[in-house]
């Protein structure tokens, strides 16, 4: 519970309902007794007056989703870096005129690969897809450190487009091709382009309840190519794409922790407290249980 002294936060969005957040944030403020309230703010229009409302009544914090993510950046103080290069923003932190934007999705994202040692500095990447996720990703294994990167998409130009707004915004050097997602179906052209191993990000819907069956059209050449495997998916926990990478004995990881990371990340910069890996675990296990995980 939550004294009348408490830190208060949120998260804005539409709708919210579903949102795991609250449930986090309430985990891990009891378990680090912190007085903290988090509360779901479904925000329907007029997301200036949200967030300018929000900082009126003295929230600390907030966490922006689906679809604010990019809109909230006119309303804020202060963008941060990373935030910026990748052009989203989903935690506000309360400062003296405003709220700061951050992007805690990409700082979860590479924590979750270096909780579970997947390297990326000087590593081949392949990205499946180029939506929203793609362009985390993009951006993430650049700031990385890897030394190749290659985007499969159906939209090609798609694609092109998510490679050049990160170049206009970012100085990365490393080559970053663009290729149709079709050839990854076709062995013979697998063998010829992909020559080496590569740590490879599915970051397609494809394969995400309830269409717990499907997968990417990928041969099984393809899969003898993949180093380790990151899925953003996390219902199901394990999708058909990380199954078959696992059966092979490959490094698997999918989208809960990233997930689990960015919120508590977000908690962090609201608290300026580190959370233990012990209330970390207890939180996965906290929100498998809220999602229904299995
Ligand atoms: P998000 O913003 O969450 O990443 P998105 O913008 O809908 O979601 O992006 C989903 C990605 O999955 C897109 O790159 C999409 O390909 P297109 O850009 O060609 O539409 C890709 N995707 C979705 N369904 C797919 C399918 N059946 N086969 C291949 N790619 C698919």
Redesign the pocket.
């Known amino acids: 519970m939550f004294s009348a002294k408490a830190k208060v936060c949120g998260v804005i969005g539409n709708p919210v309902g579903h949102s795991m957040s609250p449930t986090l944030h309430r985990y891990i403020s009891e378990q680090m007794g912190e007085d903290l309230a988090y509360v779901p703010l479904g925000v329907k229009e007029d997301l200036e007056s949200a967030v300018k409302g929000a900082f009126a009544l003295g929230f600390t914090g907030m966490n922006v989703t689906i679809p604010y993510k990019q809109e909230v950046m006119h309303y804020l103080e202060e963008i941060d870096d990373t935030a910026k290069g990748i052009g989203a923003v989903n935690t506000l932190v309360r400062m003296d005129k405003g709220f700061k934007g951050y992007n805690t999705d990409l700082g979860g994202l590479s924590l979750s690969l270096k909780d579970n040692a997947i390297e990326i500095r000087d590593k081949k990447v392949i990205i499946l ?6 362009k985390a990703v993009l951006y993430m294994v650049c700031q990385d450190g890897a030394s190749e990167v290659h985007i499969f ?3 090609v130009d ?2 092109n487009a998510l490679v050049e707004e990160m170049a206009k915004k970012t100085d990365f050097s490393m080559p970053i091709y663009v290729d149709d ?1 079709a050839i990854l179906s076709q062995k013979d052209r697998i063998q010829h382009l992909l020559r080496d191993r590569y740590i490879v990000f599915q ?4 394969g995400m309840y309830p269409n717990v069956s499907d997968c ?2 990928l041969d099984e050449a393809f899969y003898d190519r993949v180093d380790a495997g990151v899925d953003i998916i996390y219902t199901p926990l394990e999708t058909v794409f990380l199954s078959k990478l696992r059966q092979r004995g490959v490094k698997t990881l999918n989208g809960l922790e990233m997930l689990i990371n960015q919120g508590i990340l977000a908690w962090e910069l609201w608290t300026g407290r580190k959370v233990s890996e012990e209330i970390k675990k207890g939180a996965k296990e906290e929100i498998i249980s809220f999602l229904g995980l299995k």
């Open positions: 897809g180029a939506g929203g996720a793609a998409n159906r939209n798609k694609a997602i970051t397609s819907s494809v990417l059209n």
